[in-house]
C-alpha cells in the first residue's frame, strides 16, 4: 500500500504556471507507474499525465488536451512525482489527484488500474 500526499495546487490567472507535487510514502517503488487525474465539478474523472516506472523506462504520457503544455516528471530518490503545468486555461480548472499503481504502464489512463490515491489539491485558472 502507498500513500500519497499531492501539493501545490492554488489559484492562478489563465497563462499562469503552478508545479503540484504528490509524494509517496509506504510501500513505495520506482517500478510503479504515476498518474494525474482531474475531477471538474459536475464532471467525470479524467487522465491527465502518467509515467511509467523506471524499469519500464520511465515513459510519460499525456492527455491531448493538456499535450505541449503540461510536464509529468518523478524523483525516485524523493519518492515524489511532479505535474508542472503552464499556460494554465480556465478550462483547466478542477481537483487534481495522483495516482500510483504497479504495471499500469501504457494504459495509464485507466484509473481503476491504480491501487492508490491521493486526495486531490485545488487548482483554479481565473480568466
Known amino acids: 500500500q502507498v500513500q500519497l500526499v499531492e501539493s501545490g495546487g492554488g489559484l492562478v490567472q489563465a497563462g499562469g504556471s503552478l508545479r503540484l507535487s504528490c509524494e509517496a510514502s509506504?510501500?513505495?517503488?520506482?517500478?510503479?507507474?504515476m498518474g494525474w487525474f482531474r475531477q471538474a465539478p459536475g464532471k467525470d474523472r479524467e487522465p491527465v499525465a502518467g509515467?511509467?516506472?523506471?524499469?519500464?523506462?520511465?515513459?510519460?504520457y499525456y492527455a491531448d488536451s493538456v499535450k505541449g503544455r503540461f510536464t509529468i516528471s518523478r524523483d525516485n530518490a524523493k519518492n515524489t512525482v511532479y505535474l508542472q503545468m503552464n499556460s494554465l486555461k480556465p478550462e483547466d480548472t478542477a481537483v487534481y489527484y495522483c495516482?500510483?499503481?504497479?504495471?499500469?504502464?501504457?494504459?495509464?489512463?485507466?484509473?481503476?488500474?491504480?491501487?492508490?490515491w491521493g486526495q486531490g489539491t485545488q487548482v483554479t485558472v481565473s480568466s
Open positions: 495516482a500510483a499503481g504497479p504495471w499500469v504502464g501504457s494504459m495509464w489512463y485507466h484509473s481503476r488500474l491504480y491501487d492508490s
Open positions: 509506504g510501500r513505495t517503488s520506482s517500478a510503479y507507474t
Open positions: 509515467v511509467s516506472g523506471s524499469g519500464s523506462g520511465g515513459n510519460t
